[in-house]
């Protein structure tokens, strides 16, 4: 499910960047033939980033099965019992993406590499973000893209027979500030 990316002007020593929590969100939509459904992490994301002077970018962000909210506290406890969350109770991503080091200001669009774990399964990606920068200290990532169900090894939950879609769109909306 999950990646993030940061930034930095270009620092002789690379810059960390931490993860503003109560203002990023990271959401999964599932589609089903007869309904649709999004269940998003409202602000218990962790993560951090490095911005290296070329550029490169790696980052990690972490979130709990447990806290995705679909608004239905019955469809939750049934894709926590899917997803084994008692097992598997992390949902993580590790993003690799290079940046222009010396644009400082404004928008820049990138690929990035992101490795996603869930359901203790790994899926290598490569996905589209955009990041804006907001001041010299604070940076706006965002990205949208779709996984596989399956391909992360779950079963995918059925409805009257009918399974749901095996895309899961996973959408990220991730604010960093540059470590003091």
Do not use: C
Request: cysteine-free; charged content about 20%; glycine content about 8%.
């Amino acid at each position: 499910m999950l990646q993030t990316i940061a930034l930095s002007v270009a620092l002789s020593a690379g810059t960390m960047w931490n993860l503003d929590a109560s203002k990023s969100t990271v959401s999964y939509h599932l589609v089903h033939k007869l309904h649709q459904f999004t269940g998003t992490d409202h602000g218990h994301l962790d993560g951090k980033a490095l911005m290296k002077p070329d550029g490169t970018v790696q980052a990690q962000v972490v979130g709990h099965v447990k806290d995705f909210d679909s608004e239905n506290s019955n469809r939750d406890e049934h894709m926590m019992e899917t997803v084994e969350a008692a097992r598997f109770p992390n949902v993580s991503a590790k993003a690799l993406v290079h940046f222009d080091p010396g644009q400082a200001s404004g928008t820049q669009k990138a690929d990035a590499k992101v490795e996603m774990n869930l359901h203790g399964k790994n899926e290598t990606k490569t996905v589209p973000v955009t990041l804006t920068y907001e001041g010299a200290n604070r940076v706006h990532v965002t990205s949208d893209f779709d996984a596989s169900v399956e391909g992360f090894g779950i079963q995918r939950p059925q409805l009257l027979f009918v399974p749901i879609n095996d895309a899961m769109g996973i959408k990220l909306d991730l604010w960093f500030d540059r470590a003091q």
